[in-house]
């Protein structure tokens, strides 16, 4: 009885769950969070269990170049490639 009063007293409950700890995965050159995230499949679904994974996209869109190994040969506006700097 004095712990659940303790827990109740200092705010913290242990029925509340508990937040997994968050992973913020960043995708390479020419590439988008959506591309990330689909490559990495088999990892995020067993990652996807202890923790909380957020995929970013880069903020500057870039041209595809015929010389650049990694760029993606179209799809919808998730898949345009990306950049950070």
């Known amino acids: 009885m004095i712990q659940i009063a303790?827990?109740?007293a200092t705010g913290i409950s242990e029925l509340a769950p508990m937040n997994?700890?968050?992973?913020l995965c960043l995708h390479g050159k020419f590439q988008s969070g959506s591309i990330f995230s689909n490559k990495i499949a088999g990892a995020r679904r067993k990652l996807a269990r202890e923790y909380d994974l957020?995929?970013?996209e880069g903020p500057i869109i870039l041209t595809q170049n015929e010389n650049e190994s990694n760029a993606c040969d179209g799809?919808?506006?998730t898949d345009i490639p990306r950049g950070w700097w």
Do not use: E, Q, S
């Open 75 to 77: 799809g919808d506006d």
């Open 54 to 56: 957020h995929f970013l």
């Open 20 to 23: 997994k700890p968050r992973i």
């Open 6 to 8: 303790y827990l109740l």
